[in-house]
């Protein structure tokens, strides 16, 4: 899955500026709400890894590409959610 996010990236096309952009600090809220629901529900269920576990740690990579923009290549939100959501052939069935 990460090489598969980290193609997407790379084939992004930049989006307008950032820092500009007031969609951003909401896709940034919408990111953060979602990581801390996925949060609470792996501490309700400490087990082996899950799907909860591997989402927490897609939103995680989400959150800081949104942090910080400015210092890696721009991809646009519309990407990286196409890019969490779309299953990799050679992946392991959970």
């Given at each position: 899955m990460s090489q598969h996010i980290g193609d997407v990236f790379?084939?992004?096309?930049?989006?307008?500026?950032?820092?500009?952009?007031?969609?951003h600090n909401r896709d940034l809220?919408?990111?953060?709400?979602?990581?801390?629901?996925?949060?609470e529900n792996k501490k309700a269920c400490r087990s082996a890894l899950t799907d909860a576990d591997m989402a927490l740690d897609m939103a995680g990579f989400v959150r800081r590409q949104l942090r910080r923009p400015a210092q890696m290549p721009r991809m646009s939100p519309a990407l990286l959610a196409l890019a969490l959501v779309r299953r990799v052939p050679d992946a392991p069935e959970q």
């Open positions: 790379q084939l992004g096309a930049s989006p307008p500026e950032l820092a500009d952009d007031p969609s809220r919408l990111v953060e709400r979602y990581l801390a629901v996925l949060e």
